[in-house]
């Protein structure tokens, strides 16, 4: 009896939002939505260009930060490697329809009353057999030893504690300062000052992302926010990192590689 390898990432595909959109409308695949060629060759498309898709996230150097996270990975690619074993041989039985409305050639396909021995099904058969014994002998050994590696990691609990943990790899001067900060209330206005480049920036997360904002040449605007009266070098840049547990040294070579980026910019010539 193949095992179900979806059981150790159906849970966090549910509860996460992301993937919840990206996988939803497929995810059930109701046979009453999807009726026609057209819609066929869709969803085999769409779902080979999301396999695709796969192997180069993870080329991303903080793709995953721990192995239970690779291990969930893993259990996806095999996933995927039993539903492309259920869906080869269920393509024998899309040719029995075909052979059934006589729309195939008896001398390609063999009498339709016999269409299981053809070449093609017993081509797709095999192939179908073999990904199963591949699945057999290694899916369940390979999840296990990579949830088995023990991860040293400790993340921080929210963006306050994240913030702490960042200060000292941003380098000797750089400082966290306080704001309004409450840990249950969820709030934390606190922010990191640090220098790069001999340039002054700070470190702070703005509607759910993580940004540095370029100090120098800022001034306090109205609202308390920083405003920047020349715009010939980028003011503050969002670093692409989201999560307010994120990896401190994930978030600290982020904001130094974009700062420094940033301080590079040559400003554009004014005549
Ligand atoms: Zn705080």
New binding site residues.
């Given amino acids: 009896m193949p095992q179900d390898w979806s059981v150790k990432w159906r849970d966090f595909a549910e509860q996460d939002q992301q993937a919840g959109d990206l996988a939803g409308e497929l995810a059930d695949c109701p046979p009453e939505r999807f009726t026609e060629p057209i819609d066929t060759l869709a969803v085999a498309a769409a779902a080979a260009l999301a396999t695709e898709a796969v192997p180069r996230v993870l080329e991303n150097d903080w793709s995953l930060y721990t192995p239970q996270q690779a291990a969930v990975v893993t259990a996806t690619l095999f996933s995927q490697l039993t539903a492309s074993a259920r869906a080869l041989e269920a393509l024998t039985g899309t040719l029995d329809r075909m052979a059934q409305r006589r729309d195939l050639e008896p001398q390609v396909t063999g009498s339709p009353q016999k269409d299981s021995g053809t070449a093609a099904h017993t081509r797709l058969r095999a192939a179908a057999t073999e990904i199963r014994e591949l699945l057999d002998r290694h899916a369940g050994s390979c999840i296990s030893a990579v949830d088995d590696i023990p991860s040293t990691l400790v993340l921080p609990a929210d963006e ?1 504690h994240l ?1 702490e943990a960042v200060t000292p790899l941003l380098g000797e001067s750089a400082a966290l300062r ?2 309004e ?1 409450d840990a249950a209330l969820g709030i ?3 922010h990191v000052e640090f220098t790069c480049a001999s340039e002054s920036w700070e470190l702070v997360r703005i509607d759910e992302m993580w940004e540095i904002v370029r100090l120098d040449g800022a001034e306090l605007g109205p609202d308390g926010g920083l405003t920047h009266s020349s715009l010939d070098r980028p003011s503050w840049v969002c670093l692409g990192v989201q999560e307010a547990a994120a990896h401190p040294r994930q978030l600290a070579e982020t904001a130094l590689r974009e700062a420094a980026a940033a301080t590079a910019v040559i400003p554009p010539q004014h005549d």
Wanted: hydrophobic share 25%.
């Fill in positions: 306050h913030l306080a704001g900060c934390c206005r606190c």
